[in-house]
């Protein structure tokens, strides 16, 4: 179907900049695209960069909408063309449905014309060819395209059109233009907003990812919903949006806009479509791969799906193709709400959240392992990409108690994302919900000492009941290296008592009872170096011994982190033997090491307190109140006499 127009509803917003170049484009080239996402305001865009300009170099506009879902029959976009152009009583052969483009070209001679094909991804492929014959044939003509991915002809020009900013313009005071629209389509459906309330709809637009016709849709809500219950509801599910406005042109629902997306697929790249929106956050082609493939989806079919679906917009490309890595993609939320439900109808969410959750639980795994062999710091980089993924899953368990022994698997294997990196408390509040989930009589040993070492520094009596349940179980199953990990945790809760001899006494028990390059927690270098800082408070040569055999472990070059340890340990044991020449430098080689593109491990400013108490000529001494206790036990520096 065509239709010549459509009605027009409130001004244009945000899109200044890109409203001069369309303008700019259409004037110097003879065929140019605007393509986008659905609901990102192409055809309002296009409507608005024709309308009132004064130097046109057309002498008129001819506008076809193609309505619908489906292609119709062959030759219908032509068809739909010739009827725009035709006069029925003057040209009553033109009007039928078998126009060809001599007929068109004839039709379109005679007069600069402005040929504007709206929203025509349904014909996309007939309109490639009539618009490359129709340049051919008519010098004077000029064609202005509207889709969700362009044609792909040599000469056209792309103008890709993004959703609008959701964060306010840099150095320029005012609200961002996704903020802006919402308040200027509030105030037409009546409701002024507040500018206390502004903090709602900004949470609003950031939501709903700056989509123009998703913000217009919701600001249309304001009469029937709070701000802040509105804001809500859209992070729980958006698809509902609608309009009740009779005079709405096109779009009047969210999921209508997007389903015509879903209706340009076929079958396979529906169900991809379909089973990856179980993911939450970024994902990899391997992750896409797992979830897929299955049925009627083979494995090597997945790749090019989710290229075919970045170009119909339903997934942004996080990572492009073609580097060392894999791409990465994001779906757009909106899309994603829809998946989910065409998931449902299937039948197949309960196995994509089961196959999800799995990838996660290997994703963990393997982010352990690589931390445990030396590669530190593509571990980190690992859980950074997939931190979003990992955290809903870990969330969704707490609603789902089958999914409890992977959730807790999870956790435990990142332990050195929650220790190393400041994040004990986040660790702590995904650990404690997810333990009593789990069999009393088979409690995870693992998970156990993990949360006993995160509550140390808050709980001493809560960690060291879960120490002796972790205890208990390790002795049953032998398991050495928990059972060294367990007096590790026992030294710190020493430390927190200011008992730096038992102490000592529970970090040397550690160092002898970890195996060598035992994974799953820290290693027993680190024992060893926490002994040395604890032995400074009362035999500061023992101590330096200690830190020196921490230091010539085998093995410590390959674990950044307990090197990075071991030589704050020598550096503090250095400065409180006098030397405190020697101990600057070790200090400042420590610093050097670290790796700028990952966060600063937990010690980091520790380090720099004592360098500064160097400078300064004074004396450091262990300040026992301040070692955050469930990370690694690094002392704080603290001036003699506090």
């Known amino acids: 179907m065509a239709n010549h127009g459509g009605e027009r509803a409130g001004q244009l917003v945000g899109r ?4 001069a170049a369309l303008r700019e484009v259409l004037a110097e080239h003879r ?102 014959s129709l340049l051919s044939a008519v010098p004077g003509l000029r064609v202005l395209v509207t889709s969700r991915q362009p044609l792909g002809l040599g000469e056209e020009h792309v103008l890709s059109l993004p959703p609008l900013s959701t964060e306010p313009p840099e150095a320029q ?14 105030a037409e459906a009546g409701h002024r907003v507040d500018r206390v309330d502004l903090p709602h709809v900004a949470a609003i637009c950031r939501s709903l990812e700056g989509v123009p016709l998703s913000v217009e849709l919701a600001a249309e809500q304001t009469s029937r919903h709070r701000l802040d219950d509105l804001a809500k509801q859209l992070e729980r599910q958006q698809c509902w949006l609608s309009s009740s406005r009779p005079a709405r042109p096109r779009h009047r629902s969210l999921r209508c806009a997007v389903s015509v ?39 090597h079919q997945v790749p090019a799906c989710l290229a075919r679906l970045a170009a119909l917009g339903v997934l942004v490309p996080v990572r492009d193709p073609g580097g060392l890595r894999q791409p990465r993609y994001r779906m757009v939320r909106a899309a994603r709400d829809f998946g989910v439900e065409r998931l449902k109808e299937a039948g197949e969410h309960a196995e994509a959240v089961q196959r999800r959750a799995e990838r996660c639980r290997q994703v963990a795994a393997l982010a352990e392992r690589l931390w445990s062999s030396g590669s530190q710091p593509q571990a980190v980089h690992l859980v950074q990409e997939e931190q979003e993924e990992l955290r809903a899953v870990l969330l969704h368990a707490l609603d789902d108690p089958g ?24 660790g702590l509040d995904h650990l404690l919900p997810l333990l009593p989930l789990c069999p009393r009589d088979n409690p995870p040993t693992r998970s156990l000492w993990l949360a006993a070492w995160l509550t140390a520094p808050s709980d001493p009596d809560g960690a060291r009941e879960l120490l002796g349940r972790a205890w208990s179980t390790a ?82 070059r390959a674990d950044a982190w307990t090197c990075f340890v071991a030589r704050y340990a020598m550096a503090y044991v250095d400065h409180r033997l006098g030397r405190h020449g020697r101990a600057w430098r070790r200090a400042q080689r420590a610093l050097a090491s670290l790796d700028g593109s990952l966060p600063a491990p937990y010690g980091t400013e520790a380090l720099r307190r004592l360098t500064a108490d160097i400078e300064t000529s004074r004396r450091s001494s262990l300040l026992l109140r301040s070692v955050p206790l469930s990370c690694a036990v690094i002392p704080l520096p603290e001036p003699a006499g506090t």
Not at 16 to 19: A, H
Not at 173 to 186: C, E, K, Q, Y
Not at 403 to 426: K, P
Request: glycine content about 10%.
């Open 16 to 19: 200044e900049r890109e409203l």
């Open 261 to 299: 997306s879903y209706m340009l697929c076929e079958r396979t790249l529906r169900t991809v479509w379909a089973r990856v929106s179980a993911v939450a956050g970024p994902f990899n082609e391997s992750t896409a791969v797992h979830l897929c493939a299955s049925g009627t989806v083979a494995g």
């Open 173 to 186: 005071s005012g609200d961002a233009p996704a903020v802006r629209l919402f308040l200027d389509r509030a």
């Open 403 to 426: 999914q409890a022994d992977v959730a807790l698997d999870i956790v435990t294997n990142l332990w050195f994302w929650w220790v190393v990196y400041g994040r004990a408390q986040e």
């Open 475 to 556: 002795i049953l199953d032998g398991d050495d290296a928990t059972l060294g990990r367990i007096a590790h945790v026992q030294g710190a809760l020493a430390l927190h008592r200011h008992d730096e001899r038992a102490a000592a006494e529970h970090f040397h028990e550690a160092a002898r009872t970890i195996p060598y390059r035992a994974i799953g927690g820290p290693s027993a270098t680190l024992s060893l170096a926490a002994m040395a800082l604890a032995q400074t408070g009362f035999d500061p040569r023992a101590a330096r011994k200690s830190a020196r055999r921490a230091l010539t472990r085998r093995g410590i």
């Open 31 to 132: 065929l140019a695209t605007v393509a986008g996402r659905a609901g990102v305001g192409k055809s309002r865009l296009a409507g608005d960069a024709l309308a009132g300009l004064p130097d046109a170099p057309w002498q008129r506009v001819v506008r076809v909408v193609w309505e619908g879902c489906g292609p119709g029959e062959p030759g219908a976009l032509a068809a739909a063309v010739s009827r725009s152009l035709a006069e029925p009583r003057r040209h009553p052969e033109a009007v039928g449905t078998g126009a060809g483009v001599r007929e068109l070209a004839r039709l379109l001679r005679g007069s600069e014309t402005l040929l504007l094909l709206d929203d025509i991804d349904p014909v996309r492929e007939e309109c490639t060819g009539l618009v490359q």
